[in-house]
Structures are given as structure tokens and as C-alpha cells.
């Protein structure tokens, strides 16, 4: 079936009174920027629908990225025609020889914008009904529950049919609740954390800590990877690498082992609330689950967010494991975060880390070190880069290698 655009209907935004207008422009945006790729469409964001037009471009291919952005409830393949009733029964029937099955039921639903048209709703809901039941005795009409609704709106520019509604992903258009930076590792929880942030409207901009030699420039990728895979939710993500081997090897010099993890991590923090005044974000979220390593104890939270007044979210923090991986599988990270390559999280990591560190002994150990000038020289080598979906860092043969490890 040749389909001439996808028609999105919002979803939470119709709740959001004056600043609706707001809320459909960034979708309208956010929506462009997931479609780049597709040179041939183009994306009308008016008040009660969002219309893209697909100007010969494939719809499975463009629907499969919608089904992904967030702030859509729904959307539907349409079939705009001419404003002639002749054209509307044909194309009507042209839809129900692919669809018709004996015993189906169905039901029209037309919709008039354009008040000067020469057929109210009803009319067109029964020359159309007619129309179908003439050429199709194997169905039938009912009202409540059809099995097909045929859905026919008439404006000024065409008339439009669709028969189809295929979920979107809800939430709230990316920017629309703020800018964060999300503490990107290379495991499961991180990106689904970065998910749900995502789907209530944040701006995230990732961040990941890298430690070469010691972390490989595979590690590097797998987190560029990993941000190309939440991509298609807003259309690009900035990638902040962070050089972090001055830090750690510092800390693994003049920290005692036990208090290793917890001065590295309140140290990650350090860095991301200077980043975060600098890209103007307005919270820290992190992949954090609660009990489920040493650095994820209430006292490590509480020792590590000592360094910070910035709020530090953690969207999966009641979760459990398995819920978060059954996340991590539904949005295509899972088997990517679990390729064997080491993250600076992993690399020095003690055999017996402090599950409950006081925050006077980690002030105090902390109190040797050249905290200013580590910070600023790791600020200093800082590289950003603008990552969208379309984009890949692990070639096949990196990633053959990775399973075979």
C-alpha cells in the first residue's frame, strides 16, 4: 500500500495547557533530528497532530524511528487523496482488498474540519459504510469494537484515510523537562538509567570516564555505541569523554585500598557538576541500583554525594536486576553492555571495597591529594562529539573479538 505520510498524535502533552505550543515544537524538533537521515520528508507540528509527509521515502523504515521518539502516543499511515468522494470510495476499497477477511467487522469514522465540505460526518460514514458492504458481503459493520476502524478527515487540503494505529513511546519530548548529564559506564544499567530519563522529557548529554592505557579505545566505542542505541529516542546525543588516569592512578597510589572506589567515585562527581555548570544541565543522573554493589549502599551514596549540592538522580535505583536487563534487552543495549570490554569502573577495583565509608575518613584521605589541579587537568582534556542514531564505532570484527573473550 502506497502511503503518503504518518499522522502522530501526542500523548501527555494534551495536558499541558500553555505550554502545550511549547511542548509540540520540541517534539517537532526532536522528531526532524530522528528523521535526518530520511532526506525526502518533511514534518508539520500543528496543534492537535503532527504530520509527516513522506514524499516517496519507505514507511516501514521511517515508522520504525517514530515508533522510538518519545511524546507520541500514537501514529498512523495515511493515504491523503484528492477532496473527491469518488476518489475517497476508490482508495476505500483499494485499503479493504488488502485488509478483508470473511467475518470481519468494521466501522468508519470521519472527521470534518472543513465545515464548507459538501458531505457532513454521517453522510460520508454511510456512503463509505455502503461503499465497503457493496463491494465486500464478507464483512460487516458494528459499531463497538470493530475489528478495523476505517478513519477518513477531511480539511482543506485533501482528504486523509488511515486504518492502523501503532503505539509510539510515550513519555514526554526530549527538552522539555530540562538539561542532565548521565554517568555513561559500558554496563546494563547506565543506558536503561539514561532510557527512563530520556522518556520523561531530559536532555542528556553522556558522559564517560576513560583510562587509557588501561581502558582500550573498544571500551571507548562500546559507550559511543551504546549512545547511538538511545540516539533514535531524541535524534543526537553529546558524547563527553573525560580523561580520568592521572585520577586514578593517583588515588590507587595514596588512598588505602578499602576507599579506593568510594574517593574514585566522589571524584567522577566533582567532574560532572563542573561539566554540568558548564553545559548548563541541572542534575546528575547515574545507573545506580540500590544494594547491589559496594558503591550502591545507602553509606556509599551518602559518602560519595557528600562532594555534590547538584541532585544526582538515579532512575533505577528500586529496580532489580532482572527487571533492569528485561529494560536493557527491550531497548537493544543489553547484549551490547555486556561485551567484555573494561571501563575505568572495573580497572583497580579492590578485592574488598568499603561497602558502608564514613564521609570524615573519605574527607580525610581526600586531603593529601591535589584535588584542584587533578580536576582541572582533567577538565582540560575533555572531548565532546554529537552522536545520532545512523552512527557506528564497533566494526563486525571488534565486536566477533569481544565475544570470543
Same mark, same amino acid.
Given at each position: 500500500m502506497q502511503y503518503t505520510e504518518i499522522m502522530v498524535r501526542y500523548g501527555e502533552l494534551s495536558t499541558k495547557g500553555k505550554n502545550r505550543r511549547s511542548f509540540i515544537d520540541r517534539l517537532g524538533t526532536n522528531t526532524r533530528n530522528a528523521l535526518s537521515g530520511f532526506k525526502k520528508l518533511e514534518v508539520k507540528a500543528?496543534?492537535? /497532530?503532527?504530520?509527516?509527509?513522506?514524499?516517496?521515502?519507505?514507511?516501514? &523504515?521511517?515508522? !520504525?524511528?517514530? =515508533?522510538?521518539?518519545?511524546g507520541i502516543q500514537n501514529f498512523s499511515p495515511v493515504i491523503k487523496v484528492t477532496r473527491d468522494v469518488e476518489e475517497v470510495k476508490k482508495t476505500a476499497i483499494s485499503i479493504f482488498n488488502e485488509i478483508a477477511q470473511d467475518?470481519?467487522?468494521?466501522?468508519?469514522?470521519? /472527521?470534518?474540519?472543513?465545515?464548507?465540505?459538501?458531505?457532513?460526518?454521517? &453522510?460520508?460514514? !454511510?456512503?463509505? =459504510?455502503?461503499?465497503?458492504?457493496?463491494?465486500?458481503?464478507?464483512?460487516?459493520?458494528?459499531?463497538?469494537?470493530?475489528?478495523?476502524?476505517?478513519?477518513v478527515e477531511i480539511r482543506m487540503?485533501?482528504?486523509?484515510?488511515?486504518?492502523?494505529m501503532l503505539p509510539g513511546a510515550g513519555g514526554l519530548p526530549v527538552g522539555?523537562?530540562?538539561?542532565?548529564?548521565?554517568?555513561?559506564?559500558?554496563?546494563?544499567d547506565s543506558p536503561v538509567a539514561g532510557y527512563l530519563a530520556l522518556k520523561r522529557g531530559v536532555d542528556l548529554e553522556m558522559v564517560h570516564f576513560y583510562s587509557p592505557p588501561y581502558t582500550s579505545e573498544q571500551a571507548l566505542n562500546k559507550a559511543k555505541e551504546l549512545t547511538a542505541k538511545l540516539a533514535p529516542y531524541v535524534g543526537k546525543i553529546k558524547f563527553i569523554q573525560v580523561p580520568f588516569t592521572e585520577i586514578q592512578e593517583t588515588v590507587k597510589r595514596d588512598v588505602p585500598a578499602s576507599y579506593l572506589m568510594t574517593i574514585q567515585r566522589r571524584f567522577m562527581l566533582r567532574l560532572c557538576e563542573k561539566i554540568?555548570?558548564?553545559?548548563?544541565?541541572?542534575?546528575?543522573?547515574?545507573?545506580?541500583?540500590?544494594?547491589?554493589?559496594?558503591?550502591?549502599?545507602?553509606?556509599?551514596?551518602?559518602?560519595?554525594?557528600?562532594?555534590?549540592?547538584?541532585?544526582?538522580l538515579r532512575p533505577v535505583v528500586s529496580m532489580d536486576k532482572n527487571?533492569?536487563?528485561?529494560?536493557?534487552?527491550?531497548?537493544?543495549?543489553?547484549?551490547?553492555?555486556?561485551?567484555?570490554?573494561?571501563?575505568?569502573?572495573?580497572?583497580?577495583?579492590?578485592?574488598?571495597p568499603k561497602t558502608k565509608p564514613r564521609i570524615d575518613r573519605s574527607r580525610q584521605y581526600e586531603e593529601k591529594l591535589d584535588i584542584d589541579g587533578l580536576i582541572e587537568r582533567s577538565l582540560s582534556g575533555i572531548k565532546i562529539t554529537e552522536i545520532s542514531s545512523d552512527d557506528h564505532y564497533l566494526n563486525a570484527q571488534e565486536e566477533t573479538f569481544a565475544e570470543l573473550l
Open positions: 500543528q496543534r492537535d /497532530r503532527l504530520h509527516i509527509r513522506l514524499n516517496g521515502e519507505d514507511y516501514h &523504515q521511517v515508522a !520504525d524511528r517514530v =515508533g522510538k521518539i518519545f467475518g470481519m467487522t468494521f466501522k468508519i469514522n470521519t /472527521r470534518r474540519s472543513d465545515h464548507n465540505f459538501e458531505y457532513g460526518t454521517n &453522510q460520508m460514514n !454511510d456512503i463509505l =459504510g455502503g461503499t465497503i458492504l457493496s463491494n465486500f458481503p464478507g464483512v460487516k459493520v458494528q459499531m463497538k469494537h470493530p475489528d478495523i476502524v476505517l478513519r487540503n485533501g482528504i486523509f484515510l488511515s486504518y492502523e522539555t523537562a530540562g538539561k542532565g548529564l548521565l554517568m555513561l559506564s559500558g554496563g546494563i554540568a555548570e558548564k553545559r548548563h544541565a541541572l542534575a546528575i543522573f547515574n545507573g545506580e541500583s540500590l544494594g547491589q554493589v559496594a558503591s550502591q549502599t545507602m553509606e556509599s551514596m551518602a559518602a560519595i554525594n557528600d562532594v555534590t549540592s547538584m541532585p544526582v527487571d533492569i536487563i528485561k529494560l536493557a534487552e527491550k531497548i537493544d543495549t543489553f547484549e551490547l553492555s555486556i561485551k567484555p570490554y573494561e571501563d575505568c569502573c572495573t580497572v583497580f577495583a579492590p578485592t574488598a
